[in-house]
């Protein structure tokens, strides 16, 4: 089958329908404009205008010349020249009113996309298509009542969880740690929280953010242990459009710029590997930041606090930590203490981690027996609180007793059965003395009733605590590491002698 073949001509009658469809256009629309390449304006039609006063402009040679994207307001001529697709209906509304439009790529002889043609085919739509107008106001409204929502939604979810008095405790080094967060939180500075893990440093960076200016903006955490090192960049400062294959089309938003005028608290900041500490430098002292895969500077307004359970001085030695990263975190280091060093706080933590245990739980309240605190007091708590509340809960969980005694916590107590950790040793750093001498095996004594030589062992450790504190019945109850009731409850054992 042979093809007619074209006239010689061809391309001349193609080029003159091109013009005279253009220029028909030009006549029969309302008003029609050609932008190039770089987006700005070649031409505008005479019918386009009429709409300069409107959108600010006295005439068209300042308006001819611009960028499309900086005059006309909600344009889309710029998305249709970069991706070379046609928008053939839309409507677009701006301050010069609601426009039926339409856009379409120029394309040179190669197919290569030089600039676009756009035509405003209707200026007065809501008077002949009222339907479509109606329903798009319609849609356009619920997607912005959807918008504030969400923005609203995630503020809610950014929210802080803790204030100061959520860290239970009125030990002397419980109330230093709180004076020293209030003072934090009066500051813009970084804050270094230090300490062992389960000490409560999260909640102290809660509390913070919480008692500062930044209260009403969004707190943001980010645990660094637990995100793959090669995810940590697209985490901390995001990821531009189309950044690499499989990224999303519109871009993710990094932790940094979700907590733009709020705190991000960055946990086991002692895990970050190298390469990043020195981008996250530079965000700390210069508040900027590029996305993964732009070239666009952000700006961000952002308070740090940082918390780590390792040594970093000691990583900084080893080349294992960044020498000028430490010192630029390192502006309020507060050191939180461990749990073995405010025990006097056990019987208020203890109280309040049930009350916390059994209302997740939903279950009935417990309480502690006096010997089970005095067990409690008598622990090192490596673990500190964390392990503490480990130690209630399975105790809670496994057992029916609405009174907790040591017996039932015993079992979850990594050294319950040495008598555990700090024992009752005098500040001279000497233990009292419970027996005259070590017993053995044949010793008669053992031959007694055991609950006996229990209350022997006790009316002993009393007298021996009292002894060694002049009286003070409160310090006797510091050195045997029990609580003060508990300690007026056995106070009867020695009025028996």
Known sequence: MNLPLLPQDADGVLRLAAQSMFEVFAQAVEGMMVVDRQHRIVWISDGYKRFLPALGFGDETEFVGRRVEEVVPNTLMAQVVDQGQPMLVDLLTN???????????????????????????????????????????????????????????????????????????????????????????LSGATVLLLGETGTGKELLAHAIHTASPRAAKPLVSLNIAAVPETLLEAEFFGVAPGAYTGADRKGREGKFKLADGGTLFLDEIGDMPLPLQSKLLRVLQEQELEPLGSNTVIR??????????????????????????????NVLPLRVPPLRERLDDIEALAEALLEDIVRRAGMASRSLAPDALELLMRQDWPGNIRELRNVLEQAC????????????????????????????????????????????????RLLRPLSEQITELERAALR??????????????????????????????????
Do not use: C, W
């Open 95 to 185: 301050k010069a009113g609601t426009f039926l439009v339409s856009r379409l790529p120029l394309r040179n002889e190669a197919g290569e996309v030089i600039g676009a043609v756009g035509m405003v085919l209707l200026d007065h739509p809501e008077t002949t298509m009222q339907p479509l107008i109606a329903k798009f106001s319609r849609l356009q409204q619920e997607l912005d009542d959807t918008r504030r929502q969400l923005a609203a939604e995630q503020v809610k979810n950014r929210r802080p969880k803790y204030s100061i008095a959520s860290f239970v405790g009125s030990s002397a080094p419980a109330l230093e740690i709180k004076r020293q967060a209030r003072r934090a939180a």
């Open 300 to 329: 961000v307004d952002v308070r740090v606090i940082a918390a780590t359970s390792r040594d970093l001085p000691a990583m900084v030695a080893r080349g294992e930590f960044r020498a000028d990263l430490f010192y630029r975190l």
């Open 397 to 444: 969980l496994m057992g029916d007793e609405m009174l907790l005694r040591a017996a039932q916590l015993a079992p979850y107590l990594k050294h319950a059965a040495s008598g555990a950790g700090r024992g009752v040793d005098s500040p001279g750093g000497e233990r009292p003395a419970l027996l005259p001498a070590e017993s053995s095996l044949d010793d008669p």
């Open 464 to 497: 021996a605590a009292l002894r060694a504190t002049g009286g003070n019945k409160l310090a006797a109850a510091r050195l045997l590491r029990m609580s003060r009731a508990s300690l007026y409850d056995k106070l009867p054992l020695l009025a028996q002698e």
